[in-house]
């Protein structure tokens, strides 16, 4: 609490999302300048810490790239059944766009990196463009494993997307 206190005095308050997705591209604008302001808030956030408490350690995990390639990758990319030529280039400068920020973002951060720093960039997974569709929920009700309308009947439901669990008792993915 005190550290986030002095952060918040010393640099302003932290948002995690920009209020504006980026999936709204007549928006976009607005969501890279709230961007922009949170890349400054890291880098000072950064900055502070290690001016003032010494730190040799920084772990971020930026989530915008991967908001940003969910929203419009399958829109920009010729080979995706969610592709409209019409729609395509705004999509594609929009990761451009987005992704002239990471850079900005790593820009930054490794202005703050000495000659003994090592800076290591990862990626929670690949994205390439969906080039199919599968309704999971038919698929289950086709092979018997869930009653439309009536999950007392069903033997499985989803959770978070992909996941799938038995029906009843906990709640979870451990299911």
Known sequence: EELAEELFQRIGPFFEH?????????????????LDAQIDWIADGARHLRETRGYELYYLHWHFPDSLLHSHLGAADPE???????TGPAA?????????????LVGKLLSL????????????????????????????REVGLT???NPARSKVRTHGGWQVCRSGGRRGPSN
């Open 80 to 86: 995706s059944p969610s592709y409209d030529p019409a």
């Open 113 to 140: 990196a000495d000659e003994d720093t090592v800076v290591a960039v990862v990626s929670d997974h690949g994205n390439a463009a969906n080039k199919f569709a599968a309704n999971l929920e038919a698929r289950l």
């Open 18 to 34: 920009a209020a504006v997705g980026p999936q709204e591209l007549r928006l976009y604008d607005h969501c890279l300048e709230e």
């Open 92 to 104: 594609l400068e929009a990761i451009a766009r987005g992704f002239e920020r990471a850079d900005r």
């Open 147 to 149: 009653a439309d309308g």
